[in-house]
């Protein structure tokens, strides 16, 4: 492989900055890659609930334009993570979800059946575009609504109007930031830089100084080209860069309780409830179960442009007692999970930030919280700003990232595996 003569600086080394730098080094780069934490890919990338969306979640975009892109980033989910690690979809995806449309709903039964049919729609055209399968796995979606019957089996409906079922499937976040670890330790192009902070970056001529610090102090190193995914700090170093977010936006702390034992899969459902402020509890069945419940696990809000260090903020006896009030309201939702039994020290229950295009919660239903289409990749002459968007859109923007660096034609949609509706610069 013939070395690159280009310096990258990645900051950030969650799901996406790690996933981009291991393109970048295949591609004979060298790389940066700064992480202000202790390890890699430990916390927004680790702690969700790792659904691969097919965009079945977002009936309130009537547009339909964050669909099209979920479900672009599902079908190139897998085959990416394949260019840089050995995976092997079926071991590690979920029971597929039952879509438990919840008493206060946003939307009715009618609006899903069709929003869903849709979905199924626009999933043939990209599958078809790009000729691969959700997951590696499937070559069609689905979604069938339940008779009364079926769905007394599933949930209690004392809280529940109606159920869908689907073929949607999570992947375990966990053991994917694993895989993506060892891969980036034993990548000699690029060199990890932990318990870095980034507090600046400064254009030096046709150049980028980045300004870090370590143990109180601070140095700088100067790059050819610099990626911004730092998710929490994203908008905090893009300013100091002159660049402002599109428009207002919001920084939220949501529980994402893991409880690390083993299930079988008739153990309890998988159920994401919709359409509003409500919940999900994940069957990873051998990889253990996910359970979040929003009214109580959405603990943290910020509209400033550098969020509260939240994961400082909670006790383990608090970060417990959250849980536990989480699983109690999804326990009578979802009768099968009053049968399950696990030791408390075998509960994880740790938050993550998520952070959008949006300032109003999803309670609202004109809230941009219910979109997620205007995220990506903005460019401004070798300084990439990232906004991940969702978990299901890594492997396909660490790509988009790659040819961004590379000067690889982005229209090319069969070679890049990259489209969207609104293309950012």
Known sequence: ???????????????????????????????????????????????????????????????????????????????????????????????????????????????????????????????????????????????????????????????????FITNEYSVEPRRIASLL???????????LHLNSAVQKVERIGTNFRVHYSQSDQVFREDYDEVVNCTWNNLLQIDQTMGIEPLYNW????????????????????????????????????????FFSWYPIGRTGWSEGKNPPEWDKMYSEEERFDIFQRSFEELKQ?????KGLQFPNEKVDPVGGVIFALGNTDVD????????????????????????????????LLALQVANRIDGKDETNEKTTGIHYHRHLQ
């Open 1 to 163: 492989m013939i070395l690159k003569n280009k310096r990258i600086a990645i900051l950030g080394a969650g799901g996406l900055g790690v996933c981009a730098a291991l393109e970048l080094a295949q591609r004979g780069y060298q790389v940066d890659l700064f992480e202000k934490h202790s390890e890699p890919i430990r916390k927004a990338s680790f702690v969700n609930e790792g659904k691969i969306h097919l965009g079945f979640i977002y009936a309130l975009d009537k547009d339909l334009f964050t669909a099209r892109q979920m479900l672009v980033g599902a079908v190139h989910f897998i085959s990416n993570l394949k260019r840089w690690i050995s995976i092997q979809p079926e071991e590690l995806i979920s029971t597929p979800f039952n879509y438990c449309n919840h008493k206060g709903s946003l939307a009715d039964a009618e609006e899903l059946a069709l929003h869903y049919q849709k979905c199924s729609q626009i999933f043939d055209e990209v599958s078809k575009r790009f000729g691969k399968k959700y997951l590696d796995l499937e070559d069609k979606i689905f979604s069938r609504k339940l008779s009364k019957s079926e769905m007394e089996d599933i949930v209690n409906p004392e809280f529940m109007e109606d159920v």
């Open 333 to 337: 939702r979802v009768p099968a999970l």
């Open 250 to 289: 919001s920084f939220r702390y949501k529980f994402g309780n893991k409880v690390l034992v083993p299930f079988q899969a008739e153990d309890f459902p998988s159920c994401t409830m919709v359409q509003g402020p409500f919940g999900d509890c994940v069957n990873f069945k051998d990889r253990g179960g």
């Open 181 to 191: 670890r060892e891969a980036l330790y034993q990548e000699p192009k690029i060199e």
């Open 364 to 395: 609202n239903s004109s809230s941009k919280l219910h979109t997620r289409h205007e995220v990506g990749v903005r460019s401004f002459d070798g300084y990439h700003s990232v906004n991940t968007g969702k978990y299901t859109l890594i492997p």
